[in-house]
Nanobody, 117 residues
Framework: QVQLVESGVGLVQAGGSLRLSCAAS????????MGWYRQAPGKQSELVAL???????NYADSVQGRFAISRDNARNTVYLQMNSLKPEDTAVYYC???????????WGQGTQVTVSS
């Protein structure tokens, strides 16, 4: 199994920056991809950014050019750098990992990100 622990400060003014971290443990060599999702009150969960085992990345249109996902293999950690934050980025952000032959899912505990106007 894969366990995920998120960290990062979650309160910032509009236009500011935040970085979230997600540390993986357990069967890390079985991880196929990692990503970040977010869910705002009253809205469906949204895939924000994804990084595959090959290093390729994908972003939601709403964050393209402002957010960057990266990984540090030595620390088994994935980061989400969020710049030019907007109030509409306010949500709970969840780290996600797909692992194993059947793409099992693991989730982090969630981090509240609040962007004030």
């Amino acid at each position: 199994q894969v366990q995920l622990v998120e960290s990062g400060v979650g309160l910032v003014q509009a236009g500011g920056s935040l970085r979230l971290s997600c540390a993986a443990s357990g069967s890390i060599f079985s991880i196929n991809a990692m990503g970040w999702y977010r869910q705002a009150p009253g809205k469906q969960s949204e895939l924000v950014a994804l990084i595959s085992i090959s290093g390729s990345t994908n972003y939601a249109d709403s964050v393209q050019g402002r957010f960057a996902i990266s990984r540090d293999n030595a620390r088994n950690t994935v980061y989400l750098q969020m710049n030019s934050l907007k109030p509409e980025d306010t949500a709970v952000y969840y780290c996600n990992a797909l692992w194993g032959q059947d793409d099992f899912e693991s989730w982090g505990q969630g981090t509240q990100v609040t962007v004030s106007s």
